[in-house]
Each structure stands twice: as structure tokens, then as C-alpha cells.
């Protein structure tokens, strides 16, 4: 029996009802606060008024709960004119380009420069001839996305209206995740130089045909592959599809930084070294449409504009989770501004992070997690961005914050593989260390006031402090108030004082077994008088042999912060 083609409806305009509580993920209710974001930008330019008074049907109505959408297919092209917009512009490669079948691929221009040596920073000279080297250059054109409002110097304070810090980061993670495969960059690349609408077309069509399903590519929903393990396909509601064109308009792209410890050579000393490592997106779950927008265009407006690197310093990060916490506490900070509210509930149920890579011709998930408001969370991570100095303390801090872990935990592990210098002779680490232990015993004293027995962390700190002191006085007779008017008495004092806290500890740190380390902190730390009362004594006496390992990472750091 022979088939019968289906007629697409014929209609004028549509309209698509969206409400946020029955849309199925964060980046399709990311979506649609993109295209509500859109909207608001396009009303303000005089071309999509002309359009508009000549036809396009576009209009969204927003309300806390979602929007609805009247759109006709002139109104979908001027969407997305506006999206996928882009320009032509020519960049070097030091390769000619070749297609699929290894043919050579002509460039635009052939430019011949000199090489620069890296350590000079001159131009290289041939040994032999004694002529400057020389290396060639081919010249393409590539498409580079405008990014509609967010090249705004309104919204990027660092741009021209074109080029900026932020814009260029958006620009990077739509080329190099998103739109990593050149076949896919076709939106861009084809209103470049002239109009295009097939793919407004294409969404028009699958929009009139109610219910209709189709496919779910990576290059819309971040993450998704086209078959699962069990070979089962990913698909989607075109329009809930068709919100997935907008959601990175709503999201905000953080980078997360490693920073590598090597061992210099010739400076015979440990250097670190930043690492940038993929992209950490933080796509917020959205709980009322019209709160977050304008939340969210504020906050665009308040990201700063000094440099980390290449990178706006606003945007690196210690831990790629660290994206949510930053895009929920300048929410919490807009949200306390405006109304006087402090809770982000109201505006998000959450925030999705993704960690992701571009490596060699594929992109990869680096991670995934979700992270729900919780204000004291958010006002606990405040207070560690803006007290700890030490990326590496303050990395660790974060990770034990949002695991729910004790302040203190990791930090033997990390301690034992970090090279001492920067723990015991790192300014940033040590202060980072004192931070830590006197908020954590304040906060100790403000929750039990009436407590008069000291908390181990206290007795701890004041244990080694003791120690470290009364062994300058006993063994070095050098005392702080006798010193401190006298700058060579007193840069021997810090010295020495390094010196003893460096010695215990190593011994520490050496002391992996329970035994050893218990016999060391009781011979040792124990060795000079310390004034404990006695109940404080049976409490730290206990937990040295019930919780050894949190003695002994307690003293590792009262010890750093000694030195």
C-alpha cells in the first residue's frame, strides 16, 4: 500500500505555552530564560522593530511561572539572526589545511614572519648564516559569534561593543564544546556573508506539527550522546528543542585552574605553575522566570574586569564546583541588594555544573554535579574566597565545604605530598593555616558559650604554639618581647622560629604509623611544660589514641601556622 505524505499545517502564527515547572531539565528552563534575555535585547533595536512593523511575529509574555511565545517563521529567522550571528574574520594557522581527502585547501594569504626565541623574546638567528629565521603562516577566514547582548559594554565591561574579556570567553566554549565539530558551525558561518533561513525553516516546520519528536544532539544539550549504553536513542519534544538554542545565554562559564608544583633547577627551588583546565558551566535551574532575569542581567553587569592570565580573574576558579557556589552567592548578593531577601530559593531550585574539555578531536565530561542553595553554604563560601590566600588551602577548604566534610580533612594527604616549601615557607599557606584555626575556634566558642573545656582544635594549636615558643626560649633564649624593637634580634627570632616549627614538622610528616607519631607528639611536642586543665588533658589524651589521624593532621597545620 502506497505511503502518504502528511501536509504540514498551515499556520500564520504560533503559539507555544512554556511554564518551567514542566519543562524536563535545568537546560531547558536555562533556555528559556535565554530566549526571554533575547527578547528583552532585540526590543531595544530599531532593526527588529522594522521587522517587526513589517510582518515578523515575535512576542513573549513572561510571568514568574514561564512564558508564552507568539512567533511566526519570520519571527524564528530574526531569533536566530540575532544567536548566530557572526563575522568573518582571518586567522594564521602554520599549516595549510587540508579536507577530508588530504587535498590542500588554497588560504586567503600567505604571510612570512620572523621566529621569536621565547627566552629573548627577539627574533632567532641562524648559526651558520647569521640571518634571521623565518617561518610561514596561512591566513583563513573563520567565523567568530557576536554573542548578541553579552558583547555589550553594558554587560562586558571590558569590550568595545565587539571584543571583550567576557565575550571572548562565551565565544571560546561555543567553538571549542558546543560547536567543536566544524560541520555543526554552519549557523554562524553561512549568515557571515549573507542571509540565511534554513534553519529557521526547519525549526518552523517541526514546530506546527504538534507533538513532534526529533533528535537530541550533543550540540544542543551538553552531555548527551546520540544512543545510550543500552543503544536506546536520546530525543526531545521539538518545542522544548527548540529552547535549547538559547540556554548559554543564561548560563555563566567559569575556568578552572590546577596549579602544578616542579621543582626549578637552576633557581633550585619549587615554582608553581597554573594550569587552566576545560570549562566549568554553571546552568541555573530557574524557579521564577522573571526574578532571574533581571538578577541575572544585574549580575552581568557587576563582573569585573581584571585579568587572571588570558582569563577574567572573576571567572578562574579553584574547583570546578566552585562555578555553582560563585553564581549563587552574586544571585544571593543581587537578591539582598534589590528586595532585601537573602535566600536564592525563590530564584533557583539549583545550579548544574559540567566540567568539560575539548581534547584533540573530541569533547570531553570531566565532571557533573548539582549543587542546591543552601545559604550557609553560599555565606561560608564567601568567607573562604575573600580570607584564604593559598590556592592549594583554599581548594581543599572548598572541596571539604561542599562534601559537608570537617574544615581540616585532606589536608594531610596534601601536606604529606606537597614539598614543605610551600607549606612551612609559604607566606600564603601560613597565614591561610592561622586563618583557619582562629575562625574555626571562634565559631567553636560562639556555638557553646558556656562551654569552659576548649575544643581539640583550640588545644591543639595552643599545644604547638607552646611548643614552639617555649623551645626558642629554653634552647635559643630568644623571646619575642625582648626582640621585637630589634631588627636583627628579631629576623633571628623568625628565623629560628621557622627552623623549630620545620623540624617538628618533618618528624610529623615522616611519622605515618599511629605508634610512631603518638610517641613522638606525647616525647616531643609534650616535652615542654604547657598549662592544660585537666579535663582538657583527658580530652586531648583520648582523642590522640582514638583519632589519631585528626591529631595528627591538626598538628601539621598548627604547625605551619607557627612557623
Given at each position: 500500500m502506497a505511503k502518504t505524505k502528511v501536509k504540514s499545517p498551515t499556520l500564520e502564527v504560533l503559539s507555544l505555552d512554556y511554564k518551567l515547572a514542566e519543562l524536563p531539565s535545568s537546560q531547558h528552563r536555562a533556555g528559556l530564560a535565554g530566549l526571554a534575555l533575547i527578547y528583552r535585547w532585540l526590543k531595544r533595536d530599531p532593526n527588529f522593530q522594522e521587522k517587526l512593523d513589517n510582518g515578523t511575529i515575535c512576542q513573549i509574555k513572561e510571568s514568574a511561572e514561564g512564558a508564552t511565545l507568539a512567533i511566526n517563521q519570520a519571527g524564528i529567522e530574526a531569533l536566530f539572526d540575532e544567536i548566530y550571528a557572526a563575522t568573518s574574520e582571518l586567522t594564521?594557522?602554520?599549516?595549510?589545511?587540508?579536507?577530508?581527502?588530504?587535498?590542500?585547501?588554497?588560504p586567503v594569504q600567505i604571510l612570512e614572519e620572523n621566529v621569536i626565541d621565547p627566552k629573548t623574546n627577539q627574533p632567532k638567528v641562524d648559526r651558520k648564516t647569521g640571518e634571521v629565521q623565518t617561518k610561514k603562516t596561512y591566513c583563513y577566514p573563520v567565523a567568530i559569534p557576536k554573542g548578541s547582548f553579552l558583547a555589550d559594554a553594558q554587560?562586558?565591561?571590558s569590550s568595545d561593543g565587539k571584543n571583550g574579556l567576557w565575550i571572548k570567553l562565551w565565544r571560546d566554549v561555543v567553538w571549542s564544546i558546543l560547536r567543536g565539530v566544524p560541520a555543526t558551525r554552519k549557523p554562524f558561518e553561512s549568515r557571515t556573508d549573507?542571509?540565511?533561513?534554513?534553519?529557521?525553516?526547519?525549526?518552523w516546520q517541526e514546530l506546527v506539527q504538534p507533538e513532534t519528536i526529533v533528535d537530541l544532539p550533543s550540540t544542543y544539550?551538553?552531555?548527551v550522546q546520540a544512543y545510550n549504553a543500552e543503544t536506546v536513542p536520546f530525543k526531545d519534544r521539538a518545542r522544548n528543542q527548540?529552547?535549547?538554542?538559547?540556554?548559554?545565554?543564561?548560563?555563566q562559564i567559569y575556568v578552572p585552574q590546577i596549579i602544578k608544583l616542579d621543582r626549578d633547577k637552576e633557581l633550585k627551588q619549587v615554582v608553581e605553575k597554573r594550569e587552566f583546565v576545560g570549562y566549568s558551566i554553571a546552568i541555573p535551574d530557574v524557579a521564577d522566570l522573571k526574578r532571574f532575569c533581571n538578577r541575572f542581567l544585574r549580575l552581568l553587569e557587576e563582573r569585573g574586569v581584571e585579568k587572571s592570565g588570558y582569563r577574567p580573574r572573576d571567572a578562574v576558579i579553584d574547583l570546578a564546583v566552585e562555578s555553582a557556589l560563585d553564581l549563587m552567592s552574586r544571585l544571593s548578593d543581587r537578591l539582598t541588594a534589590?528586595?532585601?531577601?537573602?535566600?536564592?530559593?525563590?530564584?533557583?531550585?539549583?545550579?548544574?555544573?559540567?566540567?568539560?574539555?575539548?581534547q584533540g578531536n573530541n569533547v570531553r565530561i570531566l565532571a557533573s554535579t548539582r549543587?542546591?542553595?543552601?545559604?550557609?553554604?553560599?555565606?561560608?563560601?564567601n568567607r573562604i574566597k575573600k580570607s584564604y590566600w593559598n590556592p592549594l588551602f583554599r581548594r581543599q577548604r572548598l572541596i571539604n565545604l561542599v562534601d559537608k566534610k570537617p574544615w581540616y580533612m585532606g589536608f594531610d594527604a596534601l601536606l604529606c605530598t606537597m614539598p614543605y616549601e610551600q607549606s612551612m615557607e609559604n607566606d600564603y599557606f601560613k597565614h591561610d593555616a592561622t586563618e583557619a584555626f582562629k575562625h574555626e575556634v571562634a565559631q567553636m566558642n560562639q556555638t557553646n558559650p558556656e562551654n569552659s573545656n576548649k575544643e581539640i582544635e583550640s588545644l591543639v594549636f595552643e599545644l604547638v604554639r607552646n611548643y614552639v615558643t617555649r623551645k626558642l626560649s629554653g634552647k635559643y633564649d630568644l623571646e619575642w618581647k625582648k626582640v621585637k624593637d630589634n631588627p636583627e634580634q628579631k629576623k633571628k627570632y623568625e628565623d629560628t622560629k621557622e627552623k623549630v616549627a620545620k623540624n617538628a614538622f618533618l618528624a610529623v610528616r615522616s611519622r605515618t604509623e599511629t605508634r610512631d607519631f603518638v610517641n613522638y607528639f606525647v616525647s616531643t611536642l609534650c616535652s615542654v611544660p604547657q598549662y592544660i586543665k585537666p579535663e582538657d588533658y583527658v580530652t586531648l589524651t583520648k582523642a590522640l589514641y582514638d583519632d589519631t589521624d585528626r591529631i595528627r593532621t591538626l598538628t601539621l597545620l598548627a604547625l605551619s601556622a607557627n612557623s
Open positions: 594564521r594557522e602554520p599549516k595549510i589545511r587540508k579536507n577530508k581527502k588530504e587535498e590542500e585547501i588554497q554587560y562586558d565591561k549573507a542571509e540565511y533561513k534554513d534553519d529557521a525553516a526547519k525549526i544539550f551538553l552531555g527548540f529552547l535549547l538554542h538559547f540556554w548559554l545565554f543564561a548560563s534589590a528586595t532585601g531577601e537573602q535566600s536564592t530559593a525563590a530564584t533557583v531550585l539549583g545550579v548544574d555544573v559540567i566540567h568539560t574539555e575539548k549543587i542546591d542553595p543552601d545559604e550557609p553554604i553560599i555565606n561560608e563560601y
